[in-house]
């Protein structure tokens, strides 16, 4: 009779390698890259935090000192809950590749987020400055004429930058007598087709006659001498037009952030929130 192989108990105090290992479970259990990003960010603060404490136990009391530890530092409450999440993530990971009792587990998931004091407003665009916003960009100028079509993509049809820096030529089609980006596929691999207004294809068709696009990436990078890049406009160079509004003192609203900013213009505009579902692609009305 073979002997019974014996089973390795869970552990209570997980060390760098196991931390590492259930780390990368839950980023390859999220679909979208901008969630593997920010929960990537999230653990490696946690990691860093949990390992510079003396062989600390993974479990309840841990976590809430953790939480305790993000308030004093005076961290937003939307950012406290967004580290207990990835946290609450990384123990149930662990404790489904037996590294962790999953009664510590079921403890860790109970720990309660940060309270949110008052109500929410956010910082969005209105109309008014949506608008004096595309009239900053100077379209006499090739970098003008293209940041101009992007701003004006990111407000009047809500994508997102990933969404934005992967446009191609052929994702704008015209459908029944209307131009849209077709089948595109966005957050976590979703796919909709979102309709472009006549003043935002204008736009569009005078960044791509002006700097003779004819297939492949919309957006794309210009050197210092004034020549087109072949590679798509990076995500991070997008961020740069945010310093046309805060040279209008608009504030610290983000034009790139565009699906709150697209959803709020379209609600103003009295569009039903079904429609905005539609348009940012969310999978419940309850997200929107």
Wanted: net charge positive; proline share 4%; charged share 25%.
């Amino acid at each position: 009779m073979p002997k019974n192989k014996r089973k390795h108990a869970p552990k209570t105090v997980l060390r760098l390698p196991d931390l590492e290992q259930s780390k990368s479970a839950v980023l390859n259990s999220l679909a979208s890259q901008c969630s593997q990003r920010s929960y990537d960010h999230a653990i490696r603060e946690f990691i860093e935090w949990y390992c510079s404490e003396p062989r600390l136990a993974f479990n309840k009391t841990v976590v809430t000192r953790y939480r305790i530890f993000l308030e004093q530092a005076r961290y937003a409450s939307s950012t406290i809950n967004l580290r207990l999440a990835a946290v609450r993530r990384l123990a149930y990971e662990a404790a489904d590749a037996g590294l962790l009792s999953p009664d510590l587990a079921a403890e860790i998931r109970r720990v309660k987020g940060a309270k949110r004091l008052g109500v929410r407003i956010g910082n969005w665009l209105t109309a008014e400055q949506g608008r004096r916003l595309l009239e900053v960009f100077d379209r006499h100028t090739l970098r003008g004429v293209r940041d101009y079509a992007m701003v004006a993509v990111l407000l009047g049809c809500g994508l997102r930058r990933a969404e934005l820096a992967a446009l191609t030529v052929q994702d704008l089609q015209r459908r029944e007598e209307h131009w849209v980006f077709a089948d595109l596929i966005g957050k976590a691999g979703r796919i909709r087709t979102v309709p472009v207004p006549f003043w935002i294809e204008t736009g569009l068709r005078a960044w791509i006659s002006e700097a003779k696009i004819t297939a492949g990436p919309i957006f794309r990078a210009i050197n210092k001498a004034g020549r087109i890049a072949p590679r798509l406009q990076s995500e991070g160079d997008l961020g740069s037009r945010e310093g046309n509004v805060h040279e209008m003192r608009i504030g610290q609203c983000r034009p790139t952030r565009s699906p709150p900013n697209c959803a709020r213009l379209c609600h103003d505009a009295g569009g039903e929130l079904e429609e905005i579902q539609f348009l940012l692609g969310h999978l419940s009305v309850q997200t929107t």
